[in-house]
């Protein structure tokens, strides 16, 4: 059943999904990648519209597939389908441009965070809501980190204490993340980096497990079993 999106929310969702996915081996763009049974991007934006303040969710697909994600997520939620770029950030770019009137809140999430929970869309939003300009959902970093040049020999150790694993959805006031865009240069591969460099405060919330990005096949098999197990 098609979900209904909230036309009073004040939330607008970009999914970019035009990503080619090489890291995850051959096969076709990565959002149109099946995990049991249907797409990642269909996956992403059914839990998306499931969040209760979306008002309304643009997806930025591979040019090449713009009628067929069109077709693929008409039966999932009213969507707005945009060609995306070459890269994360023109593809942000283009689905910011067409986000319609009304939503002071734009998160932005990437597809290939299938799982991630509603709730997690909720509580970046709720935060944005309760005064911060940029807020990121981040988890702490288990492993030990280090530092390694070119010949991969360690340069150092880095102090983990310090250090967020960065997820999405990524949560800005409207303006902020449209003077962000305006003024972008180098690509990024976050759209906080972007509210950084305009020396924005950018507020961390906890993450979710479930966010995980579907990059390899180890991934891709892990969110099969999640999915099984209910998730
Ligand atoms: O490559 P990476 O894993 O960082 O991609 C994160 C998200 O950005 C994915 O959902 C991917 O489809 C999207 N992307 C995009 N346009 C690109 C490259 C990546 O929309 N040119």
Redesign the pocket.
């Known amino acids: 059943m098609t979900a209904q999106l909230n036309p009073r929310g004040d939330v607008a969702v970009l999914v970019?999904?035009?990503?080619a996915?090489v890291r995850l081996g051959p096969g076709r763009?990565?959002?149109l990648r099946l995990l049991a049974g249907e797409p990642l991007l269909v996956h992403a934006v059914r839990r998306l519209a499931a969040a209760g303040s979306v008002h309304s969710i643009v997806v930025?697909a591979p040019a090449a597939e713009l009628d067929a994600v069109r077709r693929l997520l008409a039966p999932v939620a009213p969507v707005t389908v945009v060609a995306?770029?070459?890269?994360?950030q023109?593809?942000v770019a283009a689905a910011l441009a067409a986000v319609p009137a009304g939503p002071d809140i734009v998160l932005v999430h990437?597809?290939?965070r299938a799982l991630t929970p509603p709730a997690l869309v909720e509580a970046v939003a709720a935060a944005v809501r309760a005064g911060d300009d940029a807020v990121i959902p981040v988890l702490p970093v288990v492993d030990t980190v280090k530092e390694v040049d070119a010949a991969e020999l360690v340069l150092g150790t880095v102090d983990r204490s310090a250090l967020r694993a960065v997820q999405t959805p990524q949560g800005f006031r409207r303006e902020v993340l449209t003077a962000a865009h305006a003024v972008a240069a180098d690509p990024l591969?976050d759209d906080a980096g972007l509210v950084e460099k305009l020396g924005v405060p950018v507020r961390c919330v906890p993450g979710s497990e479930y966010a995980l990005?579907v990059?390899r096949p180890f991934d891709l098999a892990l969110a099969e079993h999640l999915l099984a197990a209910g998730v």
């Open positions: 970019p999904a035009a990503g996915g763009p990565k959002a930025a995306g770029g070459a890269e994360r023109a593809s990437d597809a290939a591969t990005k990059t």
